[in-house]
T-cell receptor
Framework: DAGVIQSPRHEVTEMGQEVTLRCKPI?????LFWYRQTMMRGLELLIY????????DSGMPEDRFSAKMPNASFSTLKIQPSEPRDSAVYFC?????????????FGPGTRLTVT | GDSVTQMEGPVTLSEEAFLTINCTYT??????LFWYVQYPGEGLQLLLK?????DKGSNKGFEATYRKETTSFHLEKGSVQVSDSAVYFC????????????????FGQGTILTVHP
């Protein structure tokens, strides 16, 4: 399997622009997670989906952030408008809930820089 | 709510030294416990896990034992290598009595490990 795929790997944008991050989970996995990692705040869970349905979005910082999962093989995280404080590494992870053997598989991340 | 606390880093060791990274947790119910490792420029990878009290997880020479009485899951390795330099995350996932996870992981803040030759 190719693992979790994220694109782009690096994104540099100007303040106020819209940013869209993309994720393809491992085929057959029924959970998808979006995380943000910064030096100051560490690893934060933003939102997660089960069977394409958002389960918990309490970690989404504000209305500028939105996430969708239109089908089992694709998800997006959108920031509009972007701000410099959104600069971070964004990770997508997926997992298969299977009786205690569940683990999350992480993608390589998207490094976002907002200038 | 659930929380995970790791020892403050960074940790700097010489090759072949003994490693301990402390992890304690606060949770109700039947959490499963995990250690993830993040190498520079990469995403997190599962290192080991334990799903019930007194279980020992092990992988690549690393070990951790699920201690319910002390709510701890300390990571240990007898002889570290330069290639072990990475950030280590302790995490927990709530599960039901049958061990089926609810999906969400709660992570500690991470501990940076640097191993010198």
């Amino acid at each position: 399997d190719a693992g979790v795929i994220q694109s782009p790997r690096h994104e540099v944008t100007e303040m106020g622009q819209e940013v869209t991050l993309r994720c393809k989970p491992i085929s057959g996995h029924d959970y998808l997670f979006w995380y943000r990692q910064t030096m100051m705040r560490g690893l934060e869970l933003l939102i997660y989906f089960n069977n394409n349905v958002p389960i918990d979005d309490s970690g989404m910082p504000e209305d500028r952030f939105s996430a969708k999962m239109p089908n089992a093989s694709f998800s997006t995280l959108k920031i509009q408008p972007s701000e410099p404080r959104d600069s971070a590494v964004y990770f997508c992870a997926s997992s298969l809930r299977a009786g205690g053997k569940y683990e999350q598989y992480f993608g390589p991340g998207t490094r976002l820089t907002v200038t | 709510g659930d929380s995970v606390t790791q020892m403050e880093g960074p940790v700097t060791l010489s090759e072949e030294a003994f490693l301990t990274i402390n992890c304690t947790y606060t949770a109700t119910g039947y959490p499963s416990l995990f250690w993830y490792v993040q190498y520079p420029g990469e995403g997190l990878q599962l290192l080991l896990k334990a799903t019930k009290a007194d279980d020992k997880g092990s992988n690549k020479g690393f070990e951790a034992t699920y201690r319910k009485e002390t709510t701890s899951f300390h990571l240990e390795k007898g002889s570290v290598q330069v290639s072990d330099s990475a950030v280590y995350f302790c995490a927990l996932s709530q599960a039901n009595a049958g061990g089926t996870s609810y999906g969400k992981l709660t992570f500690g803040q991470g501990t940076i490990l640097t191993v010198h030759p």
